[in-house]
């Protein structure tokens, strides 16, 4: 049972368009998204955070958005850049705004083109 | 100030061998988390460590184990290794238990031949 859903494997756009990477949950006692970027042959780096009780977290270049009634989150990357290529992975937490027990979705590997 | 730092970085070891990996969280941060991530899946929390005790298992077997010591590094050990035990394996630690965002390491990658 996958609770945490990212059903584009890939996504590519041009530099300087907008990026919209998607993420579907299940779990209802989810509390906080968060969404991390992964390099090849690195970690997972933290990127931004939405508590349940907001619809709209900026910073930056970076937006997420939350829909709870259709449980339903994206990240929004304007403008994009080459250095964005990386793979996004949505994760949701149930531990009252800790990271405890982080469920991840599959990832989206996503490409931006000069 | 240091990073999330895990030990080795790539490993390969035979069905039923035993295997430990470590972990170097980040400076001052007291709770470590492991996580598995399978070829093409995301990571999957496997327990979490705070202050030298576990805070928390998610769906792994007891063959899974871990310790973190005084100085907040951490070990993953398994043992009667699977096929299904090759992965990547990451840690990641966080300031506090009640931190929203975990740091990770650049992860152990472990075959099991």
């Known amino acids: 049972d996958q609770q945490v859903k990212q059903n584009s494997p890939s996504l590519s756009v041009q530099e300087g368009r907008i990026s919209i990477l998607n993420c579907d949950y299940t779990n209802s006692m989810f509390d906080y998204f968060l969404w991390y970027k992964k390099y090849p042959a690195e970690g997972p780096t933290f990127l931004i955070s939405?508590?349940?009780?907001?619809d709209k977290n900026e910073d930056g270049r970076f937006t997420v958005f939350l829909n709870k009634s259709a449980k339903h989150l994206s990240l929004h990357i304007v403008p994009s850049q080459p250095g964005d290529s990386a793979v996004y992975f949505c994760?949701?937490?149930?531990?009252?705004?800790?990271?405890?027990?982080?469920?991840f979705g599959k990832g989206t590997l996503l490409t931006v083109n000069p | 100030e240091t990073g999330v730092t895990q030990s080795p970085t790539h490993l390969i070891k035979t069905r039923g061998q035993q295997v430990t990996l470590r972990c170097s969280s980040q400076?001052?941060?007291?709770?470590v988390s492991w996580y598995q991530q399978a070829l093409g899946q995301g990571p999957q929390f496997i327990f979490q460590?705070?202050?030298?005790?576990?805070?928390g298992r998610g769906n792994f077997p007891p063959r899974f184990s871990g310790l973190q010591f005084p100085n907040y590094s951490s070990e993953l050990n398994v043992n009667a290794l699977e096929l299904d035990d090759s992965a990547l394996y990451l840690c990641?630690?966080?300031?506090?238990?009640?931190?929203?965002?975990?740091?990770f390491g650049q992860g152990t990658r472990l075959t099991v031949v």
């Open positions: 460590y705070y202050r030298e005790e576990e805070n």
């Open positions: 400076s001052g941060h007291n709770t």
């Open positions: 939405i508590s349940s009780i907001k």
């Open positions: 990641a630690s966080s300031l506090k238990a009640a931190s929203i965002e975990a740091f």
């Open positions: 994760a949701a937490s149930a531990g009252g705004g800790s990271n405890y027990k982080l469920t």
